[in-house]
């Protein structure tokens, strides 16, 4: 059975909901304080969505410091599956564990509401159960969700199949109207939308369930 | 000796700037005309101990790139103030 850790910093708030969505799944999983620093015995990491830090500074400035982000790191270059939503994927930003950064919104505006996404890689622990082209509808749910990167970024990105959801209509400024990527290896992916609150049709929608069960049916280190 | 540092952060070039935007769309509603390139962003104030008013300044550039700033998307300015009696 795999076993996860979701990580908590201080005002981390969609832990629960994480930690329920892959459990749902059957895997095993487990909260993890932000000052562990170790992470042996697990076969995946969450960074779950949240205001971290109070998002002091900017989102994922101050949490990138905590303690377990060293081991988030190393955990990485092992080849073990990391997944940060919302907060997470700037969290992973910030940390340089995924390129680029997440600005605030085009529009100034909180946006939540579920949006269509593409599935445009299947090249990741995110979404190698899904299929190139298919249409999720999965929630948003921030401020600061506007992709940002340099142009040879962005090129590259694209060359490399890295970018594994597009919106189907931007809704923040997202540059290339991506709503999530992948690093080179496909084993730490990040995405503002939230997989785990859409596991259910009767809470709107259980598209969510592809991209989590792709993530906690990744049982080894992703090596190429 | 003690500098007084204050560190400007501020959005690099060609990154939308949406708070900007809006403060200076909002200006002309007041009677404010003729006013453009408004920039929003953050501004630091610190104490720094330091040998000599260069390695105050190093010091607040070194901390404003790694902590203060995301240079991915800003750029930070770290300046003298005034000299503060600590």
């Keep these: 059975m795999t076993r996860v850790a979701v990580v908590v910093f201080p005002g981390s708030n969609c832990e629960y909901d994480a930690l329920a969505g892959v459990t749902s799944l059957g895997a095993q999983a487990e909260l993890v304080w932000h000052t562990t620093k170790d992470l042996a015995g697990f076969d995946g990491v969450i960074l779950p969505g949240g205001f971290a830090h109070g998002d002091y500074l900017r989102p994922g400035a101050l949490a990138r410091f905590s303690p377990i982000m060293d081991a988030v790191a190393r955990f990485a270059d092992e080849g073990g599956a990391v997944l940060g939503i919302c907060n997470g994927f700037q969290v992973l930003t910030e940390a340089g564990l995924l390129p680029g950064a997440l600005q605030k919104n085009a529009g100034l505006k909180f946006l939540c509401r579920p949006t269509a996404l593409e599935v445009t890689s299947t090249d990741s622990v995110l979404t190698s159960r899904a299929s190139l082209g298919q249409e999720l509808v999965i929630p948003i749910n921030h401020f600061s969700g506007a992709y940002v990167c340099d142009d040879e970024t962005f090129e590259r990105l694209q060359a490399r199949g890295q970018v594994i959801l597009r919106y189907r209509e931007n809704p923040n400024g997202s540059r290339g109207d991506i709503a999530g990527l992948a690093n080179e290896r496909g084993n730490v992916v990040g995405l503002m939308p939230h997989p785990e609150r859409a596991m259910s049709t009767l809470l709107g929608s259980a598209d969510g369930r592809v991209l989590l069960e792709s993530f906690v049916g990744v049982r080894e280190r992703v090596t190429s | ?86």
């Design chain 2, 1 to 86: 000796m003690n500098f007084f540092v204050v560190v400007e952060v501020t959005l690099r070039h060609g990154i939308a700037d949406p708070e900007g935007a809006t403060i200076e769309r909002a200006l002309p509603a007041l009677g404010f005309t003729g006013v453009s390139n408004v920039q929003a962003g953050k501004s630091f104030r610190m104490n720094i101990e330091a040998e000599n008013e260069d390695a105050a300044l190093e010091k607040a550039t070194a901390l404003a790139e790694r902590l203060l700033s995301n240079p991915v998307i800003e750029d930070a300015v770290a300046r003298l103030a005034e000299v503060h009696a600590s």
